[in-house]
């Protein structure tokens, strides 16, 4: 099992926006069957205005159909680009981190 952990780096005063993003998107992955995706903010830490979100697939190949859009309807993923639409004017930067779940 792989913990996948999305980072984003919101631009100040952005952060409430792209968090209403990924609650929705969260929600969607359910609907579609993707599993739960939990949604964190920074209460203190690195940098401020962070926001985390993080989910957790079976192994890589799962991850890697996720990310290709396997099992997800053209409805579903019109709904998904209808969401993240504008993304990138509220976020700086972001990155990934996989890991491994050893128990």
């Not at 998107?25 to 993080?54: H, P, Q």
């Amino acid at each position: 099992m792989l913990l996948i952990r999305e980072i984003m780096y919101c631009k100040p005063g952005k952060v409430r926006p792209m968090v209403e993003k990924f609650i929705t998107m969260a929600k969607l992955n359910e609907k579609a069957g993707l599993g739960r995706m939990r949604v964190m903010t920074d209460f203190c830490g690195e940098r401020y205005w962070t926001i985390v979100s993080e989910f957790e697939v079976e192994n890589m190949k799962s991850f890697e159909e996720m990310m290709q859009g396997a099992g997800i309807t053209p409805e579903l993923a019109k709904e998904f680009d209808d969401i993240m639409k504008g993304y990138h004017d509220l976020v700086d930067y972001g990155r990934r981190e996989i890991y491994k779940i050893e128990s």
